[in-house]
């Protein structure tokens, strides 16, 4: 059972044009979400995240939605730059009683910014 | 700050051999931890919470006895994937939970795993 899901495994984009990385989950009583980048053979690096009080949290040239009710999140990079290319996964965590802290991941989106 | 370490980066190891993985903070003390692992072109997969002090909380389907782990310090804790079978080579990640926000988590590089 995938709990948080990344329909698009990849994204293709010109350099100084909009990213929009999508993450949509099923457990209602996720609340809190984040978005990590992730190079092959290394671990991940946190980039931004939200709380479900909020829909929206911006840093930088991230940006990342929340809309509760469809249960779907986004991540915009404005400008893409080519160092955005990576794999971006989302993770949820919440509702797991004594546990909140556990992340679930989803599958991943490879994104290649073209120069 | 918020820098997780791990040691070895990689290691090979022959089957039947027992195999110890290290995940430091090093800026940071790290009342919890977190174990994953990641297969090929796949999600990284929680394998446990590891709180010092106290006994590794395992997901399930994670054999306990096959994946111990030991959070002796706020700083340190390990993953020994003990009796290694080829089927355990895969990419072991560990992360700690960030100090101001802790339902962050930062993540160390990994450990590459190849079992032969």
């Known amino acids: 059972d995938q709990q948080v899901k990344q329909n698009s495994p990849s994204l293709s984009v010109q350099e100084g044009r909009i990213s929009i990385l999508n993450c949509d989950y099923t457990?209602?009583?996720?609340?809190?979400f984040l978005w990590y980048k992730k190079y092959p053979a290394e671990g991940p690096t946190f980039l931004i995240s939200i709380s479900s009080i909020k829909d929206k949290n911006e840093d930088g040239r991230f940006t990342v939605f929340l809309n509760k009710s469809a249960k779907h999140l986004s991540l915009h990079i404005v400008p893409s730059q080519p160092g955005d290319s990576a794999v971006y996964f989302c993770?949820?965590?919440?509702?797991?009683?004594?546990?909140?802290?556990?992340?679930?991941f989803g599958t991943g989106t490879l994104l290649a910014v073209q120069p | 700050g918020a820098v997780v370490s791990q040691h070895p980066s990689w290691v090979i190891c022959k089957s039947g051999t027992s195999v110890k993985i290290e995940c430091r903070s090093l800026d940071f003390q790290a009342t919890t931890m977190f174990w994953y692992r990641q297969f090929p072109k796949q999600s990284l997969m929680l394998m446990a919470t590891s709180n010092e002090g106290s006994k590794a909380t395992y997901e399930q389907g994670v054999e306990k006895d096959k994946f111990l782990i030991n959070h002796a310090s706020l700083t340190l804790s390990t993953l020994t994937v003990t009796s290694a079978h080829p089927e355990d080579s895969s990419f072991y990640i560990c992360s700690a939970e960030g100090t101001s926000n802790v339902r962050e988590q930062y993540f160390g590089p990994g450990t590459r795993l190849t079992v032969t």
């Open positions: 457990n209602s009583m996720f609340d809190y």
């Open positions: 993770a949820a965590s919440g509702g797991y009683g004594g546990a909140t802290n556990k992340l679930i």
